[in-house]
Protein backbone atom coordinates (compact mmCIF):
# COMPACT_ATOMS: atom_id res chain seq x y z
CA UNK A 1 0.00 0.00 0.00
CA UNK A 2 3.00 2.64 0.88
CA UNK A 3 4.74 1.94 -2.30
CA UNK A 4 1.13 2.58 -4.25
CA UNK A 5 0.50 5.93 -2.43
CA UNK A 6 4.03 6.50 -3.07
CA UNK A 7 3.81 6.27 -6.73
CA UNK A 8 0.69 8.79 -6.38
CA UNK A 9 2.99 10.92 -4.54
CA UNK A 10 5.19 11.51 -8.18
CA UNK A 11 2.80 12.80 -10.51
CA UNK A 12 3.12 16.53 -10.72
CA UNK A 13 -0.32 18.79 -9.40
CA UNK A 14 -0.35 19.45 -13.26
CA UNK A 15 -1.43 16.14 -14.35
CA UNK A 16 -3.77 15.43 -12.29
CA UNK A 17 -6.81 17.12 -13.62
CA UNK A 18 -6.46 14.33 -16.71
CA UNK A 19 -6.06 11.62 -14.40
CA UNK A 20 -7.98 11.93 -12.14
CA UNK A 21 -10.85 9.41 -13.42
CA UNK A 22 -8.15 7.03 -13.85
CA UNK A 23 -6.80 7.29 -9.94
CA UNK A 24 -9.68 7.80 -8.97
CA UNK A 25 -10.63 4.88 -9.93
CA UNK A 26 -7.78 3.37 -9.13
CA UNK A 27 -8.22 4.34 -5.41
CA UNK A 28 -10.79 1.78 -5.09
CA UNK A 29 -8.37 -1.09 -6.07
CA UNK A 30 -5.76 0.71 -3.42
CA UNK A 31 -7.89 -1.03 -0.72
CA UNK A 32 -6.91 1.97 1.26
CA UNK A 33 -9.45 1.49 4.20
CA UNK A 34 -8.97 5.24 5.10
CA UNK A 35 -11.55 7.62 5.34
CA UNK A 36 -11.27 11.76 6.04
CA UNK A 37 -13.82 13.91 6.91
CA UNK A 38 -14.31 17.20 5.27
CA UNK A 39 -16.43 20.00 6.79
CA UNK A 40 -16.94 23.46 5.03
CA UNK A 41 -18.00 26.86 5.64
CA UNK A 42 -21.04 27.24 3.68
CA UNK A 43 -19.98 30.08 1.70
CA UNK A 44 -18.73 29.56 -2.07
CA UNK A 45 -15.27 31.21 -1.32
CA UNK A 46 -15.37 28.02 1.55
CA UNK A 47 -16.82 25.41 -0.16
CA UNK A 48 -14.45 25.59 -3.48
CA UNK A 49 -11.52 24.83 -1.71
CA UNK A 50 -12.74 22.59 0.39
CA UNK A 51 -14.34 20.49 -2.27
CA UNK A 52 -11.45 20.84 -4.21
CA UNK A 53 -9.13 19.60 -0.99
CA UNK A 54 -10.96 16.63 -1.05
CA UNK A 55 -10.72 16.29 -4.68
CA UNK A 56 -7.17 16.03 -4.26
CA UNK A 57 -7.02 13.70 -1.05
CA UNK A 58 -9.87 11.35 -2.68
CA UNK A 59 -7.07 10.71 -5.49
CA UNK A 60 -4.54 10.06 -3.20
CA UNK A 61 -6.69 7.04 -2.62
CA UNK A 62 -8.71 8.31 0.60
CA UNK A 63 -12.29 7.59 1.11
CA UNK A 64 -13.91 11.14 1.28
CA UNK A 65 -17.53 12.03 3.90
CA UNK A 66 -18.22 15.65 3.05
CA UNK A 67 -20.29 17.39 6.36
CA UNK A 68 -22.04 19.90 4.82
CA UNK A 69 -24.94 22.26 6.50
CA UNK A 70 -28.66 22.69 5.36
CA UNK A 71 -27.81 26.79 4.79
CA UNK A 72 -26.09 27.06 1.30
CA UNK A 73 -26.62 23.31 1.22
CA UNK A 74 -23.76 21.07 -1.51
CA UNK A 75 -25.60 18.99 -4.09
CA UNK A 76 -24.25 15.21 -2.91
CA UNK A 77 -25.45 14.22 -6.42
CA UNK A 78 -22.45 16.60 -7.89
CA UNK A 79 -20.29 14.43 -5.99
CA UNK A 80 -21.22 10.69 -6.57
CA UNK A 81 -17.81 9.26 -5.19
CA UNK A 82 -18.39 10.60 -1.68
CA UNK A 83 -20.26 10.21 1.13
CA UNK A 84 -22.36 13.38 2.30
CA UNK A 85 -23.88 14.40 6.00
CA UNK A 86 -26.46 17.20 5.99
CA UNK A 87 -26.24 18.89 9.04
CA UNK A 88 -29.35 20.36 10.57
CA UNK A 89 -28.17 23.57 11.92
CA UNK A 90 -31.49 25.86 11.18
CA UNK A 91 -29.92 29.09 10.06
CA UNK A 92 -32.95 30.52 8.58
CA UNK A 93 -31.20 33.45 7.08
CA UNK A 94 -29.86 33.67 3.48
CA UNK A 95 -29.01 37.62 3.65
CA UNK A 96 -25.33 37.71 4.62
CA UNK A 97 -24.30 41.62 6.42
CA UNK A 98 -20.91 41.53 4.91
CA UNK A 99 -19.32 43.89 7.64
CA UNK A 100 -21.29 41.20 10.49
CA UNK A 101 -19.35 38.37 9.28
CA UNK A 102 -18.32 37.54 12.99
CA UNK A 103 -21.06 37.49 14.36
CA UNK A 104 -22.76 35.49 11.11
CA UNK A 105 -19.36 32.65 11.83
CA UNK A 106 -20.16 32.75 15.65
CA UNK A 107 -23.66 32.05 15.04
CA UNK A 108 -22.71 28.97 12.59
CA UNK A 109 -20.71 27.36 15.19
CA UNK A 110 -23.93 27.71 17.91
CA UNK A 111 -26.02 26.38 15.67
CA UNK A 112 -24.10 23.74 14.05
CA UNK A 113 -22.37 22.43 17.66
CA UNK A 114 -24.99 20.10 19.01
CA UNK A 115 -26.41 18.28 15.68
CA UNK A 116 -22.16 18.16 14.43
CA UNK A 117 -21.90 16.07 17.47
CA UNK A 118 -24.87 14.14 17.32
CA UNK A 119 -24.18 13.34 13.54
CA UNK A 120 -20.22 12.53 14.44
CA UNK A 121 -21.18 10.15 17.14
CA UNK A 122 -23.88 8.20 15.29
CA UNK A 123 -21.03 8.18 12.33
CA UNK A 124 -18.19 6.54 14.53
CA UNK A 125 -19.95 4.04 16.14
CA UNK A 126 -21.46 2.86 12.56
CA UNK A 127 -17.82 3.78 10.78
CA UNK A 128 -14.61 2.31 11.30
CA UNK A 129 -10.95 4.06 9.46
CA UNK A 130 -12.02 7.59 10.36
CA UNK A 131 -8.36 8.77 10.16
CA UNK A 132 -9.34 12.25 10.89
CA UNK A 133 -11.57 15.60 9.99
CA UNK A 134 -10.58 18.76 8.18
CA UNK A 135 -12.70 21.96 8.87
CA UNK A 136 -12.66 25.39 7.77
CA UNK A 137 -10.22 27.54 9.91
CA UNK A 138 -13.53 29.43 11.56
CA UNK A 139 -15.22 26.17 13.01
CA UNK A 140 -13.58 26.27 16.03
CA UNK A 141 -16.55 24.68 17.51
CA UNK A 142 -16.46 21.82 15.09
CA UNK A 143 -12.83 21.56 16.04
CA UNK A 144 -13.70 21.33 19.39
CA UNK A 145 -16.35 18.59 19.12
CA UNK A 146 -13.96 16.41 16.77
CA UNK A 147 -11.57 16.68 19.97
CA UNK A 148 -14.35 15.49 22.45
CA UNK A 149 -15.09 12.66 20.46
CA UNK A 150 -11.54 11.44 20.16
CA UNK A 151 -10.79 12.52 16.24
CA UNK A 152 -7.49 14.30 15.04
CA UNK A 153 -8.52 17.40 13.60
CA UNK A 154 -7.07 19.54 10.74
CA UNK A 155 -7.65 23.01 10.00
CA UNK A 156 -7.93 24.68 6.28
CA UNK A 157 -7.33 28.24 5.93
CA UNK A 158 -9.33 29.06 2.59
CA UNK A 159 -8.06 32.59 3.02
CA UNK A 160 -3.80 34.06 2.59
CA UNK A 161 -1.35 33.21 4.73
CA UNK A 162 -1.00 36.94 5.18
CA UNK A 163 -4.39 37.02 6.19
CA UNK A 164 -3.28 34.12 8.55
CA UNK A 165 -0.85 36.32 10.12
CA UNK A 166 -3.62 39.14 10.81
CA UNK A 167 -5.69 37.09 12.59
CA UNK A 168 -2.75 36.22 14.72
CA UNK A 169 -1.77 39.71 15.09
CA UNK A 170 -4.65 40.97 15.78
CA UNK A 171 -4.64 41.09 19.74
CA UNK A 172 -1.43 43.01 19.67
CA UNK A 173 -2.81 45.18 17.23
CA UNK A 174 -5.84 46.09 19.05
CA UNK A 175 -3.52 46.78 21.75
CA UNK A 176 -1.67 48.93 20.41
CA UNK A 177 -4.56 51.24 19.52
CA UNK A 178 -5.19 50.28 15.89
CA UNK A 179 -8.89 49.57 16.46
CA UNK A 180 -11.03 51.31 15.17
CA UNK A 181 -9.06 52.68 12.27
CA UNK A 182 -8.49 55.67 12.13
CA UNK A 183 -9.64 57.40 9.09
CA UNK A 184 -6.69 60.12 9.16
CA UNK A 185 -4.02 57.41 9.53
CA UNK A 186 -5.58 55.28 6.59
CA UNK A 187 -2.32 55.29 4.51
CA UNK A 188 0.59 54.49 7.23
CA UNK A 189 1.95 51.34 6.86
CA UNK A 190 1.26 49.08 10.02
CA UNK A 191 4.92 48.20 10.92
CA UNK A 192 4.00 44.76 12.70
CA UNK A 193 2.64 43.67 10.12
CA UNK A 194 4.01 45.13 6.54
CA UNK A 195 2.87 45.30 3.93
CA UNK A 196 -0.47 45.93 5.05
CA UNK A 197 -1.19 50.15 5.83
CA UNK A 198 -4.55 50.82 8.32
CA UNK A 199 -6.71 50.59 5.18
CA UNK A 200 -5.71 47.28 4.36
CA UNK A 201 -6.32 46.01 7.65
CA UNK A 202 -9.77 44.65 8.04
CA UNK A 203 -12.36 46.76 9.25
CA UNK A 204 -14.45 46.67 12.54
CA UNK A 205 -16.92 48.89 14.12
CA UNK A 206 -16.78 49.36 17.78
CA UNK A 207 -19.94 47.24 18.40
CA UNK A 208 -18.82 44.65 16.21
CA UNK A 209 -15.00 44.31 17.50
CA UNK A 210 -15.57 42.34 20.24
CA UNK A 211 -17.40 39.48 18.79
CA UNK A 212 -14.67 40.01 15.80
CA UNK A 213 -11.95 39.67 18.72
CA UNK A 214 -13.90 36.24 20.04
CA UNK A 215 -13.83 34.95 17.13
CA UNK A 216 -10.07 35.26 16.15
CA UNK A 217 -9.31 33.91 19.73
CA UNK A 218 -11.22 31.10 18.85
CA UNK A 219 -10.21 30.13 15.73
CA UNK A 220 -6.43 30.49 16.32
CA UNK A 221 -6.72 28.17 19.35
CA UNK A 222 -8.65 26.10 16.99
CA UNK A 223 -5.69 26.20 14.52
CA UNK A 224 -2.63 25.73 17.04
CA UNK A 225 -4.65 22.64 18.90
CA UNK A 226 -5.42 21.35 15.24
CA UNK A 227 -2.45 18.41 13.81
CA UNK A 228 -2.03 20.73 10.95
CA UNK A 229 -2.91 23.37 8.87
CA UNK A 230 -3.46 23.22 5.34
CA UNK A 231 -3.40 26.72 3.69
CA UNK A 232 -4.59 27.36 -0.22
CA UNK A 233 -1.59 29.64 -0.91
CA UNK A 234 2.34 29.03 -2.18
CA UNK A 235 5.83 29.92 -2.29
CA UNK A 236 5.90 31.58 -5.57
CA UNK A 237 3.28 34.44 -4.09
CA UNK A 238 3.39 34.32 -0.49
CA UNK A 239 6.97 32.70 0.81
CA UNK A 240 7.90 35.11 3.68
CA UNK A 241 4.61 34.81 4.95
CA UNK A 242 4.41 31.17 5.04
CA UNK A 243 7.89 30.54 6.58
CA UNK A 244 6.85 33.40 9.53
CA UNK A 245 3.74 31.32 10.60
CA UNK A 246 5.84 28.57 10.65
CA UNK A 247 7.96 30.17 13.32
CA UNK A 248 4.55 31.60 14.87
CA UNK A 249 2.34 28.67 14.97
CA UNK A 250 3.94 25.14 16.45
CA UNK A 251 1.88 23.17 14.43
CA UNK A 252 2.93 21.51 10.99
CA UNK A 253 1.94 23.56 8.21
CA UNK A 254 0.96 22.17 4.61
CA UNK A 255 0.75 25.40 1.77
CA UNK A 256 -0.52 23.43 -1.36
CA UNK A 257 -2.05 26.16 -3.57
CA UNK A 258 -3.35 26.53 -5.57
CA UNK A 259 -6.33 24.11 -4.93
CA UNK A 260 -8.64 24.82 -7.84
CA UNK A 261 -6.61 22.54 -10.16
CA UNK A 262 -7.96 19.55 -8.54
CA UNK A 263 -11.73 19.85 -9.67
CA UNK A 264 -13.98 21.35 -11.69
CA UNK A 265 -15.99 24.59 -10.02
CA UNK A 266 -19.06 23.07 -12.29
CA UNK A 267 -19.32 20.42 -9.06
CA UNK A 268 -18.98 22.90 -6.21
CA UNK A 269 -21.02 25.79 -6.92
CA UNK A 270 -24.05 26.89 -5.10
CA UNK A 271 -25.41 29.00 -8.38
CA UNK A 272 -25.70 28.08 -11.64
CA UNK A 273 -23.55 28.81 -14.29
CA UNK A 274 -23.98 30.15 -17.71
CA UNK A 275 -22.08 28.64 -19.65
CA UNK A 276 -23.32 30.51 -22.88
CA UNK A 277 -20.90 33.27 -22.10
CA UNK A 278 -17.76 31.04 -23.08
CA UNK A 279 -19.38 30.59 -27.10
CA UNK A 280 -19.61 34.67 -26.52
CA UNK A 281 -15.96 34.18 -25.31
CA UNK A 282 -15.10 31.98 -28.71
CA UNK A 283 -15.99 35.03 -31.19
CA UNK A 284 -14.07 37.96 -28.81
CA UNK A 285 -10.34 38.61 -30.29
CA UNK A 286 -7.76 37.28 -27.77
CA UNK A 287 -6.69 38.90 -25.20
CA UNK A 288 -9.85 41.50 -25.28
CA UNK A 289 -12.05 40.80 -22.96
CA UNK A 290 -12.30 42.19 -19.09
CA UNK A 291 -13.88 39.61 -17.19
CA UNK A 292 -15.86 41.75 -14.28
CA UNK A 293 -16.63 39.78 -10.66
CA UNK A 294 -17.20 40.74 -7.58
CA UNK A 295 -17.48 36.84 -6.09
CA UNK A 296 -20.71 35.46 -4.15
CA UNK A 297 -21.14 37.76 -1.71
CA UNK A 298 -19.84 41.31 -2.45
CA UNK A 299 -22.55 44.20 -3.18
CA UNK A 300 -22.53 47.30 -5.35
CA UNK A 301 -25.23 49.75 -3.81
CA UNK A 302 -27.81 51.39 -7.02
CA UNK A 303 -25.71 54.54 -7.88
CA UNK A 304 -22.37 52.56 -8.17
CA UNK A 305 -23.80 49.93 -9.93
CA UNK A 306 -25.21 52.39 -12.81
CA UNK A 307 -21.76 54.48 -12.55
CA UNK A 308 -20.03 50.61 -13.25
CA UNK A 309 -22.05 49.80 -16.26
CA UNK A 310 -21.63 53.06 -17.89
CA UNK A 311 -18.02 52.84 -17.20
CA UNK A 312 -17.60 49.51 -18.60
CA UNK A 313 -19.43 50.59 -21.87
CA UNK A 314 -17.88 53.55 -22.44
CA UNK A 315 -14.33 51.78 -21.65
CA UNK A 316 -15.21 50.50 -25.39
CA UNK A 317 -13.78 47.40 -24.26
CA UNK A 318 -15.32 44.13 -24.43
CA UNK A 319 -16.84 42.78 -21.07
CA UNK A 320 -18.17 39.69 -19.34
CA UNK A 321 -19.56 41.13 -16.33
CA UNK A 322 -21.34 39.05 -13.77
CA UNK A 323 -24.36 40.45 -12.21
CA UNK A 324 -25.00 37.96 -9.30
CA UNK A 325 -28.68 38.00 -7.50
CA UNK A 326 -28.28 40.32 -4.75
CA UNK A 327 -25.18 42.16 -6.18
CA UNK A 328 -26.90 44.75 -5.85
CA UNK A 329 -27.97 45.90 -2.28
CA UNK A 330 -31.37 45.39 -1.06
CA UNK A 331 -32.98 43.64 -4.80
CA UNK A 332 -32.62 40.14 -5.45
CA UNK A 333 -32.20 41.00 -9.21
CA UNK A 334 -31.52 44.32 -10.67
CA UNK A 335 -32.12 45.46 -14.54
CA UNK A 336 -29.53 47.09 -16.32
CA UNK A 337 -30.12 50.71 -16.64
CA UNK A 338 -32.11 52.46 -19.58
CA UNK A 339 -29.98 52.10 -22.86
CA UNK A 340 -27.30 49.96 -21.58
CA UNK A 341 -28.12 46.99 -23.25
CA UNK A 342 -28.48 48.67 -26.67
CA UNK A 343 -25.36 50.64 -26.31
CA UNK A 344 -23.17 47.39 -25.48
CA UNK A 345 -24.71 45.08 -28.16
CA UNK A 346 -21.93 42.36 -28.75
CA UNK A 347 -19.15 43.86 -27.37
CA UNK A 348 -20.55 43.40 -24.13
CA UNK A 349 -22.44 40.66 -22.20
CA UNK A 350 -23.53 40.28 -18.53
CA UNK A 351 -24.47 36.77 -16.70
CA UNK A 352 -26.03 35.55 -13.69
CA UNK A 353 -22.80 33.58 -12.58
CA UNK A 354 -19.63 32.25 -15.03
CA UNK A 355 -18.02 29.56 -14.94
CA UNK A 356 -14.84 31.63 -13.77
CA UNK A 357 -12.00 29.15 -14.18
CA UNK A 358 -12.96 28.91 -17.81
CA UNK A 359 -13.55 32.24 -17.93
CA UNK A 360 -10.06 33.44 -16.66
CA UNK A 361 -8.31 30.14 -18.50
CA UNK A 362 -10.04 32.07 -22.25
CA UNK A 363 -7.50 32.99 -24.75
CA UNK A 364 -10.29 35.66 -25.10
CA UNK A 365 -9.71 37.45 -22.09
CA UNK A 366 -7.17 39.85 -21.21
CA UNK A 367 -8.08 41.44 -17.80
CA UNK A 368 -9.98 40.59 -14.29
CA UNK A 369 -11.67 43.44 -12.48
CA UNK A 370 -12.01 41.50 -9.23
CA UNK A 371 -12.75 42.58 -5.26
CA UNK A 372 -9.86 40.14 -4.65
CA UNK A 373 -11.70 37.28 -2.85
CA UNK A 374 -9.00 34.89 -2.25
CA UNK A 375 -10.21 32.38 -4.54
CA UNK A 376 -10.14 34.55 -7.26
CA UNK A 377 -7.00 36.15 -6.50
CA UNK A 378 -5.15 33.17 -7.33
CA UNK A 379 -6.97 31.36 -9.69
CA UNK A 380 -6.45 35.34 -11.75
CA UNK A 381 -2.62 34.73 -10.98
CA UNK A 382 -2.92 31.11 -12.00
CA UNK A 383 -4.35 32.23 -15.18
CA UNK A 384 -1.82 35.36 -15.59
CA UNK A 385 -4.83 37.61 -16.33
CA UNK A 386 -4.01 41.32 -14.94
CA UNK A 387 -6.51 42.91 -12.46
CA UNK A 388 -8.10 45.80 -11.81
CA UNK A 389 -8.40 45.53 -7.72
CA UNK A 390 -12.10 47.11 -6.47
CA UNK A 391 -12.00 44.97 -2.46
CA UNK A 392 -14.99 44.98 -0.21
CA UNK A 393 -14.58 43.68 2.88
CA UNK A 394 -12.77 41.64 5.32
CA UNK A 395 -9.61 39.99 3.86
CA UNK A 396 -10.11 41.83 0.10
CA UNK A 397 -8.28 44.81 0.75
CA UNK A 398 -5.06 43.02 2.31
CA UNK A 399 -5.29 40.59 -0.96
CA UNK A 400 -5.56 43.33 -3.32
CA UNK A 401 -2.40 45.39 -1.25
CA UNK A 402 -0.27 42.32 -2.37
CA UNK A 403 -1.35 42.35 -5.60
CA UNK A 404 -0.95 46.21 -6.24
CA UNK A 405 2.27 46.73 -4.35
CA UNK A 406 3.53 43.81 -3.86
CA UNK A 407 3.32 41.59 -7.14
CA UNK A 408 2.12 44.46 -8.47
CA UNK A 409 0.01 42.57 -11.21
CA UNK A 410 -3.02 44.51 -10.76
CA UNK A 411 -4.54 48.51 -10.39
CA UNK A 412 -5.74 49.75 -7.57
CA UNK A 413 -9.09 51.39 -8.47
CA UNK A 414 -10.10 53.68 -5.33
CA UNK A 415 -12.48 56.03 -4.02
CA UNK A 416 -15.88 56.98 -5.21
CA UNK A 417 -16.96 54.66 -8.17
CA UNK A 418 -17.71 56.90 -11.04
CA UNK A 419 -17.79 56.10 -14.96
CA UNK A 420 -15.11 57.98 -16.13
CA UNK A 421 -12.44 56.95 -13.63
CA UNK A 422 -14.07 53.63 -14.08
CA UNK A 423 -13.54 53.74 -18.12
CA UNK A 424 -9.80 55.31 -17.37
CA UNK A 425 -8.60 52.28 -15.69
CA UNK A 426 -10.34 49.99 -18.24
CA UNK A 427 -8.48 51.37 -20.55
CA UNK A 428 -4.94 51.61 -18.15
CA UNK A 429 -5.27 48.03 -17.91
CA UNK A 430 -6.23 47.13 -21.30
CA UNK A 431 -4.77 49.07 -23.57
CA UNK A 432 -2.11 51.32 -22.49
CA UNK A 433 1.60 51.00 -21.17
CA UNK A 434 1.01 50.53 -17.43
CA UNK A 435 -1.02 47.82 -18.55
CA UNK A 436 1.65 45.64 -20.24
CA UNK A 437 4.17 46.62 -17.62
CA UNK A 438 1.46 45.12 -15.44
CA UNK A 439 1.01 42.12 -18.00
CA UNK A 440 4.58 41.13 -18.06
CA UNK A 441 4.94 40.82 -14.68
CA UNK A 442 1.83 38.82 -14.54
CA UNK A 443 3.42 36.28 -16.74
CA UNK A 444 6.33 35.87 -14.83
CA UNK A 445 4.33 35.08 -11.57
CA UNK A 446 2.75 32.86 -13.66
CA UNK A 447 5.49 31.02 -14.22
CA UNK A 448 7.10 30.97 -11.21
CA UNK A 449 3.75 29.66 -9.54
CA UNK A 450 3.49 27.04 -11.66
CA UNK A 451 6.95 25.71 -11.14
CA UNK A 452 5.47 25.20 -7.70
CA UNK A 453 3.15 22.67 -8.79
CA UNK A 454 5.37 20.50 -10.45
CA UNK A 455 6.74 17.31 -9.04
CA UNK A 456 9.69 19.13 -7.70
CA UNK A 457 7.65 22.12 -6.22
CA UNK A 458 6.92 23.55 -2.76
CA UNK A 459 3.33 22.77 -3.40
CA UNK A 460 3.42 19.34 -4.88
CA UNK A 461 6.43 18.52 -2.04
CA UNK A 462 3.63 20.03 0.63
CA UNK A 463 0.93 17.64 -0.29
CA UNK A 464 3.12 14.78 -0.41
CA UNK A 465 3.81 15.58 3.49
CA UNK A 466 0.18 16.02 4.25
CA UNK A 467 -0.71 12.91 2.85
CA UNK A 468 2.12 11.32 4.94
CA UNK A 469 1.28 13.00 7.77
CA UNK A 470 -2.36 11.82 7.38
CA UNK A 471 -1.47 8.45 7.29
CA UNK A 472 0.88 8.87 10.05
CA UNK A 473 -2.19 10.01 12.41
N1 LIG B 1 -17.09 32.20 -8.96
C1 LIG B 1 -17.68 31.51 -9.99
N2 LIG B 1 -18.47 32.19 -10.86
C2 LIG B 1 -18.71 33.53 -10.75
C3 LIG B 1 -18.08 34.24 -9.71
C4 LIG B 1 -17.26 33.54 -8.83
O1 LIG B 1 -17.52 30.29 -10.13
O2 LIG B 1 -19.45 34.05 -11.57
C5 LIG B 1 -16.23 31.46 -8.02
C6 LIG B 1 -14.78 31.90 -8.11
O3 LIG B 1 -14.11 31.18 -9.12
C7 LIG B 1 -14.26 31.63 -6.72
C8 LIG B 1 -15.49 31.76 -5.84
O4 LIG B 1 -16.62 31.74 -6.69
O5 LIG B 1 -13.73 30.31 -6.63
C9 LIG B 1 -15.51 33.05 -5.06
O6 LIG B 1 -14.56 33.00 -4.05
P1 LIG B 1 -13.70 34.26 -3.66
O7 LIG B 1 -12.81 33.85 -2.54
O8 LIG B 1 -13.02 34.82 -4.84
O9 LIG B 1 -14.75 35.34 -3.21
P2 LIG B 1 -16.02 35.33 -2.20
O10 LIG B 1 -17.18 34.87 -2.99
O11 LIG B 1 -15.68 34.42 -1.05
O12 LIG B 1 -16.15 36.75 -1.81
Redesign the pocket.
Known sequence: MTNLISLINLIPLANIEVRTQQLSTMSGDLGINRRILLFPLP????I??MLELASLLHLRGFSITIFHTQFNSIDPTKHPSYDFISIIDGTTSNHFEVNNFPSRFVEHNNNCEQPFYDSLRKYLSDNKGVTCLVADLHWYKIHAVAKRLGVVSLVLR??SAASLRWFTSFPVLRAKGYYPLRESEKDELVTELPPYRVKDLIPMDKCRIDDFAMLVERDIEAAKNSSGIIINTFTAIESDEIQKLHQELSVPIFSIGPL?KFTS?FQS?L?P?DRSCLDWLDKQAPGSVLYV??????SLNYEEFVETAWGLANSRQPFLW?V?PGSVCGTENVSMPDGFDEEIRGRGMV???????E??AHDAVGGFW????????L?GIWEGVPMICRP?F?D?MGNARYVTHVWKVGIELEGKLERRIIEKTVRSLMKEKEGSEIRERMRVLRKNASECTKADGSSHLAINKLVNHILSL
Do not use: C, I, K
Not at 43 to 46: A, K, M, R
Not at 370 to 377: C, F, I, L
Open positions: YQGHNPTGHQSLQSFGSLAVRVAWAPQLVLTHNGWNSTEFAQ
